[in-house]
């Protein structure tokens, strides 16, 4: 086995227990398969690394067979269809766009000066520049809150919150959002919108729904996405904030796509020099210097939520929890 054969197969075993276990059986068997394929290695390893990871894969073969195989139907399925599957993992990315971690965020927003003007970086299609915009649910029903204008389709979103989380008794105010993404996703194109649905995994039917109503909201409330750059095209995005507003930068799993250290630390000194109140919402890993301040042991596949470079919260990916620190 090659060095790089060895680094996928650690790559889809690590998936497997990691990320999969407890989230979708069926991509822990998919991935536990994938890392012992001789087929699927040679397949990963004529691609760039960057389109090599799991969900990807995974959600390729889902849109190229309009169906959710068999995990031993795998290697027959990409043998058939390996030409159709790389030109889609080449053409496409993984822009998950989970509205849910609105329901994490919320606490944050919700304590600032308001009105705010909130800019998301890596935005994807922005459904989480929508905050205002969603009902949520703390520890199933304790706590509620949702828009005046509530209707039947709008997503619920369900949180688990232990600690003192600082819960809001009102949704914030937001009067501009704007969001930045080398590759926004227009959600009028129903191409682009169900490319994001098959990234949903499966046996995770909850978060599918929350997904579509959540399209549906943003359709009707267009916004604004801008092509560009953390570094380079942030800082004109700033200036276009309104005066009288708590500028808001923030963003959710983005930063470890951001390979290059060095520019995640001109990210950093960016945010912390600004005069935007920044939120970060990441794997612990991706901020080290963040992840230090936290004295207790860090629980295995949370983010790290912090405020201006403040520990504040371990949050589920998904949003589906938060553990308050302070």
């Given at each position: 086995?090659?060095?790089?054969?060895?680094?996928?197969?650690?790559?889809?075993?690590?998936?497997?227990?990691?990320?999969?276990?407890?989230?979708?059986?069926?991509?822990?068997?998919?991935?536990?398969?994938?890392?012992?394929?001789?087929?699927?290695?040679?397949?990963?390893?004529?691609?760039?690394?960057?389109?090599?990871?799991?969900?990807?894969?995974?959600?390729?073969?889902?849109?190229?067979?309009?169906?959710?195989?068999?995990?031993?139907?795998?290697?027959?399925?990409?043998?058939?269809?390996?030409?159709?599957?790389?030109?889609?993992?080449?053409?496409?990315?993984?822009?998950?766009?989970?509205?849910?971690?609105?329901?994490?965020?919320?606490?944050?927003?919700?304590?600032?000066?308001?009105?705010?003007?909130?800019?998301?970086?890596?935005?994807?299609?922005?459904?989480?520049?929508?905050?205002?915009?969603?009902?949520?649910?703390?520890?199933?029903?304790?706590?509620?809150?949702?828009?005046?204008?509530?209707?039947?389709?709008?997503?619920?979103?369900?949180?688990?919150?232990?600690?003192?989380?600082?819960?809001?008794?009102?949704?914030?105010?937001?009067?501009?959002?704007?969001?930045?993404e080398l590759n926004p996703l227009n959600l009028q194109d129903e191409d682009?919108?169900?490319?994001?649905?098959?990234?949903?995994?499966?046996?995770?039917?909850?978060?599918?729904?929350?997904?579509?109503?959540?399209?549906?909201?943003?359709?009707?409330?267009?916004?604004?996405?801008?092509?560009?750059?953390?570094?380079?095209?942030?800082?004109?995005?700033?200036?276009?904030?309104?005066?009288?507003?708590?500028?808001?930068?923030?963003?959710?799993?983005?930063?470890?796509?951001?390979?290059?250290?060095?520019?995640?630390?001109?990210?950093?000194?960016?945010?912390?020099?600004?005069?935007?109140?920044?939120?970060?919402?990441?794997?612990?890993g991706v901020f080290p210097q963040f992840a230090d301040k936290v004295s207790n042991p860090r629980p295995s596949g949370r983010f790290l939520l912090?405020?201006?470079?403040?520990?504040?919260?371990?949050?589920?990916?998904?949003?589906?929890?938060?553990?308050?620190?302070?």
């Amino acid at each position: 086995m090659t060095v790089l054969s060895s680094v996928i197969e650690r790559g889809y075993l690590g998936f497997a227990s990691h990320e999969a276990k407890d989230n979708s059986p069926i991509y822990e068997e998919w991935a536990t398969h994938v890392a012992g394929s001789p087929i699927f290695h040679d397949f990963l390893m004529a691609l760039p690394e960057a389109k090599q990871q799991p969900n990807l894969l995974f959600a390729a073969i889902r849109w190229v067979t309009g169906r959710v195989p068999e995990v031993a139907e795998l290697d027959e399925t990409l043998q058939r269809q390996s030409g159709a599957i790389k030109q889609e993992m080449m053409n496409r990315s993984t822009q998950t766009n989970e509205a849910g971690r609105c329901a994490t965020l919320l606490p944050l927003l919700a304590r600032l000066p308001q009105p705010l003007s909130l800019i998301e970086v890596g935005a994807s299609a922005g459904l989480c520049l929508l905050p205002d915009h969603y009902a949520y649910d703390y520890n199933n029903g304790a706590h509620t809150l949702a828009p005046e204008t509530n209707a039947p389709d709008t997503p619920v979103l369900h949180c688990q919150a232990t600690g003192n989380v600082p819960l809001p008794t009102k949704l914030p105010e937001v009067v501009w959002r704007a969001g930045l993404e080398l590759n926004p996703l227009n959600l009028q194109d129903e191409d682009t919108a169900a490319w994001l649905q098959t990234l949903v995994w499966p046996g995770q039917e909850d978060r599918l729904h929350r997904l579509q109503k959540a399209i549906a909201v943003a359709k009707q409330q267009k916004v604004q996405l801008v092509k560009g750059n953390l570094l380079e095209d942030l800082p004109a995005l700033l200036e276009q904030i309104p005066t009288g507003t708590t500028p808001v930068v923030f963003h959710s799993a983005v930063l470890n796509y951001v390979r290059d250290t060095t520019k995640r630390e001109a990210f950093v000194d960016l945010m912390l020099n600004s005069n935007a109140h920044w939120i970060s919402n990441e794997a612990s890993g991706v901020f080290p210097q963040f992840a230090d301040k936290v004295s207790n042991p860090r629980p295995s596949g949370r983010f790290l939520l912090c405020e201006n470079g403040e520990p504040r919260a371990w949050t589920g990916p998904h949003g589906q929890s938060i553990d308050w620190i302070e």
